[in-house]
């Protein structure tokens, strides 16, 4: 067989492309030998997986570690086999013919199933694992918990390493497609699709500079409305929760100075200004040790935010997956009381 052949040079390099988006485990089992079905090699359905998604030869042989050449055999051969062309051309772009359009969420599904039972092993033992999780979080999880609990689990666990993502707009996707182990969100925004478990609450408290003028301990509604206030955003210019139910219970009636995509960020915008924000009560109680900020109780009655943590439904059983949880939700458990 040449160079240019898939049925050469792909199975090392898929293993390499599976290390990615599957951490791995779905590589190791097949890098001995090629798993087939109906005559497919299992192998295929890695790069079938991520042509359907890229929809582009070229960003699909990087994602692959594959010569174009060679990705442009493995869609010969997946072309030949489901005897459609996949991928047609439209002007300078390919676009999915309809068959390969209802074949997206079946492969999919495929290899998460397939990840998920290879990932399965009789026990997990912390102190000899060596795993990867991908957890998505905003900051302000990040460290009001998972600080915590990386901190722990790097005693008790050396060989587990972590990617902590922000949360974004595609994250419930992320979960669903094996893209994520573990997503922590407000109970709003979580899936019925997968499991979940309540974390902890948090309200809400006002925080200024230490010095501001106007504050003394106290802050009225007339003064919230008039002062100039920081805000979160996502980079997609959603708002978090606290935001929709303002703009819901009193429209557009403050003055929006500045917004940031990360909560951790909004303290440093206060610090000798006359500028005010809301951020999560625990978040608040961090800042106020380290920064010269002044907490306040909001002058309205404020909603409560419920964090959840949820992981895939096909890992459900999986028991590094299952320690992994019990860590974070210990942690939850041991969070300080809400002060009033």
């Not at 030869?57 to 994602?63: C, F, K, N, Q």
């Not at 309205?300 to 439904?313: A, D, F, G, K, Y």
Request: hydrophobic share 40%; aromatic share 6%; with cysteine.
């Amino acid at each position: 067989m040449g160079a240019g052949d898939p049925g050469r040079e792909h199975p090392r390099r898929l293993k390499a492309c599976a290390q990615r988006p599957y951490h791995g485990r779905f590589a190791e089992g097949f890098k001995h030998s090629p798993m087939r079905y109906q005559r497919i090699d299992l192998n295929l359905l890695v790069a079938l997986d991520v042509l359907l998604a890229e929809q582009n030869v070229t960003r699909a042989s990087e994602r692959l570690h594959m010569t174009q050449s060679a990705t442009s055999g493995v869609l010969a051969r997946l072309r030949e086999h489901f005897g459609d062309p996949l991928l047609v051309a439209m002007g300078r772009s390919m676009r999915l013919t309809p068959l390969a359009e209802s074949l997206v969420q079946p492969v999919r599904d495929v290899i998460l199933r397939v990840d998920a039972t290879l990932s399965i092993k009789p026990d997990f033992e912390p102190a000899e694992a060596r795993r990867h999780f991908v957890i998505i979080a905003s900051d302000y999880v990040d460290r009001v918990l998972l600080a915590e609990v990386l901190r722990r689990v790097s005693h008790v666990a050396p060989g587990l390493s972590f990617d902590l993502r922000p949360t974004h707009a595609g994250m419930l996707a992320d979960l669903d497609q094996g893209r994520a182990d573990f997503l922590v969100t407000p109970a709003h925004l979580a899936v019925d699709a997968h499991p979940q478990q309540v974390l902890f609450e948090d309200t809400y408290r006002v925080i200024a500079c230490e010095q501001h003028p106007d504050l003394r301990g106290s802050i009225d509604l007339e003064q919230y409305k008039e002062l100039g206030h920081v805000v979160y955003q996502d980079e997609q210019g959603g708002n978090p929760w606290f935001e929709q139910w303002y703009a819901n219970e009193f429209g557009r009636t403050r003055r929006i100075e500045v917004i940031t995509h990360g909560f951790n960020l909004m303290p440093r915008f206060l610090v000798g200004t006359r500028r005010i924000a809301t951020i999560q009560t625990r978040l608040a109680v961090q800042v106020e040790q380290s920064m010269p900020i002044q907490v306040l109780t909001p002058p309205m009655n404020t909603p409560r935010l419920t964090e959840v943590l949820q992981w895939h439904s096909l890992r459900d059983s999986d028991p590094g997956t299952t320690w992994m949880r019990e860590q974070i939700v210990e942690v939850a458990r041991r969070l300080p009381e809400l002060r009033q």
